[in-house]
């Protein structure tokens, strides 16, 4: 089973119109919404690929209960913890030429809530796959992530890191299967300037004898780069197609690579399936679904 976890998930709430005025009041175009969430959105995609997950995390109030209802509707199982007080996050996304944001700050996390959620990871298995996705929010102490890879540290559990900086470093002593910085990512971790492809290659294979099996290196434009537990170099460009929505390309790029690595046990096959899953993302107003995805296999 693969495990995904969202710490702090929300309902993204998009409003688009021509112009925003500041100081009085506005109306939108239109309106959409989607459930958000970096460990959710790759549950989401690897439902469209047609591999289960567990989707786990933190809910709360009646939009915990939206997001609930919504991840469980998809070929996601659903096993939050629902959180005594507070409501999940409502993020506003305001689209008038320029985008503004508002996110929200989320609900409190006591320890006992923290803790039921450490024993859901707990019963994680020799042979699954645990995603780590995403920041920790300011309602839990830092090692949040470590104090999770500490309880399956015995184990013969894929570890799958989708962090910042610090977040990711951290977890590199537990030698995860694959973690997924972008280049200015290894540029902070290193505090360097990463441009060429040869210094993408030399600080992948730095994070490698920290601790990571494989680094799969996310370029935007210029597409993506493997490094593989094996030495190998894989490369993926992009297909040209107008971009719509650059949202959840990353996490759904982290959906194809593990379902890819399941389905072919091959490197180079996972590499594949996750760019094209991150495009297809792209080039949609959400996720990527699986006629996009069949639509650009066949292109890539």
Known sequence: MIYTVTLNPAIDYIMRMDELHMGITNRSNSEEYYCGGKGINVS??????????????????????AIDKWVANTYVTTDFIRLKSG??????KIKAGEET???????????DELEALMMKVDHIQDGD????????PNTLPDDTYERMLERISDKDVRIVVDATKQLLVNSLKYKPFLIKPNKQELSE????????KEDIVTY??????????????SLGGDGAMLVDEDGQ????????????????????????????????????????????????????????????????????
């Not at 730095?206 to 799969?216: C, S, T």
């Open 233 to 300: 170099i894989h490369e993926a460009g992009v297909i040209k197609e107008k971009v719509v929505n650059t949202v959840g390309s990353g996490d759904s790029m982290v959906a194809g690579f593990v379902a890819g690595y399941e389905m072919k046990n091959s490197y180079s096959y996972a590499l594949t399936l996750g760019s094209v899953c991150g495009n297809a993302t792209a080039f949609l107003p959400w996720l990527a679904t699986k006629e996009k995805i069949n639509e650009l296999l066949e292109k890539f």
């Open 44 to 65: 989401l995609v690897l439902a469209e690929l047609d591999i289960p997950s567990t989707a786990l995390g933190f809910i709360a109030g009646f939009v915990g209960d």
């Open 204 to 217: 992948a294979k730095k994070l490698q004898d920290m601790g990571a099996r494989n680094v799969l290196i």
């Open 87 to 92: 409501i999940s996050r409502i993020n506003v």
């Open 101 to 111: 944001e508002i996110n929200g700050q989320g609900p409190d996390i006591a320890e």
């Open 129 to 136: 796959t645990l995603v780590l996705a995403g920041s920790i």
């Open 189 to 196: 971790i290193f505090d360097v300037d990463v441009q060429t």
